[in-house]
């Protein structure tokens, strides 16, 4: 049977291992750990002592349970306090990390760019302000009267089918569509000219819309610059050397150009203005293979924009006199020309918001 004096001996050596112990402990598993090893109400080592108390006698009882609550007491004290501590610690090393060293050098912020076809559209207008052209701009939503009628396009135009439009759920006193997104740029021609008299020199960038699939060369909405001149004795030789300085400035004097006759129903006569392929060997076949060039579809040529001599028809309706003035207009994709200028095979990656690719600019 266990003596008083044993018990008394045992709890002094308790409470000294106990204080070493919970000085030693690092974290708030090892305190929990120490709390139950030491002062849990099952098998707590203060409390299995306590139980043993029952064999002795009164007197003993008294002396023990004595020292026994004030060991408790001491290590329920030093427990709280050791806790506060490892919270205090934690506090101190999270509040230096943080802190602000005033003396390190400063991080730069993150700058954001211009977004390709930005820059491109940029050095476009900029190319024709070299050479006297103002920049206007004009509404994307337009009225079916100056994206087609003004422009020599009536609605029972065949031409109208060259245009996949989107129409907006509007109607006139007619009960017909007449408001869309705009087709294209070229409705400033006719707005300028009915509020400018010649000479006339404009370019006019904007977002245009069409309802078509998509691929390597097509998008749904895609950057347009209208260009038109409008004066007495413009002849086709203007509009050639005008397009020619365009390509020299923004492709560089080593660039190929073609000229092809085409149809646009506000001009005539009408061209293609064609650039040779950069991703193929000129015959159209891709670098170093057999296989087509998607680009240019096997032809060696990417036409970049259509132009031709402003329709009498169109400066009639303007109400400029075709007899005394004549002129030339242009329109040239934005997407087109980043992709020859880049090296770029499909214009969709333009509008796939991948920053890897747009990062490149």
């Not at 912020?109 to 190319?127: D, F, K, V």
């Not at 169109?314 to 880049?342: C, Q, W």
Request: charged share 25%; with cysteine; hydrophobic share 40%.
């Amino acid at each position: 049977m266990t003596t008083a004096p044993e018990i008394l001996g045992t709890l002094h050596n308790l409470k000294t291992v106990a204080v070493a112990e919970l000085d030693a402990v690092k974290d708030a598993d090892g305190i929990e750990a120490w709390r139950i090893a030491y002062l849990g109400r099952k098998e707590g080592r203060i409390t299995m002592i306590m139980k043993g108390m029952a064999a002795l006698d009164s007197d003993s009882k008294r002396t023990v349970g004595a020292m026994a609550n004030d060991v408790k007491a001491l290590l329920e004290s030093q427990l709280e306090a050791r806790i506060e501590e490892m919270k205090s610690a934690q506090f101190t090393h999270a509040s230096q990390e943080g802190r602000l060293d005033v003396t390190l050098p400063g991080r730069r912020p993150a700058l954001g760019r211009l977004h390709p076809i930005t820059q491109t559209l940029r050095e476009i207008t900029n190319a024709f302000g070299t050479m006297g052209f103002q920049i206007v701009e004009g509404p994307e939503v337009e009225t079916d009267h100056y994206n087609f009628e003004m422009l020599n396009i009536p609605k029972d135009h065949p031409a109208r089918d060259m245009f996949d439009t989107l129409w907006l759920d509007h109607t006139n006193a007619d009960g017909e569509q007449d408001m869309l997104l705009r087709t294209h740029t070229s409705p400033m021609q006719a707005r300028v000219m009915e509020n400018t008299k010649p000479p006339v020199r404009v370019v006019v960038p904007g977002r245009v819309y069409r309802y078509e699939a998509t691929d390597a060369t097509h998008e749904w909405h895609f950057a347009q610059v209208e260009g038109l001149a409008v004066d007495e004795g413009i002849t086709f030789a203007n509009l050639k050397g005008t397009l020619y300085e365009f390509a020299r400035l923004v492709f560089g004097p080593e660039r190929r150009v073609r000229f092809r006759c085409d149809f646009f129903p506000f001009v005539e006569p009408g061209v293609d203005m064609s650039i040779d392929c950069f991703n193929c060997d000129g015959a159209g076949n891709v670098k170093g293979s057999d296989d087509m060039c998607r680009i240019c579809r096997g032809s060696g040529w990417i036409e970049i924009m259509g132009a031709g001599m402003v329709h009498p028809r169109v400066l009639e309706m303007s109400n400029i006199d075709p007899s005394v003035y004549t002129g030339f207009a242009f329109g040239v994709g934005v997407e087109r020309i980043a992709m020859l200028k880049h090296g770029i095979d499909d214009i969709r990656y333009f509008y796939g918001n991948d920053a890897r690719f747009l990062r490149q600019f």
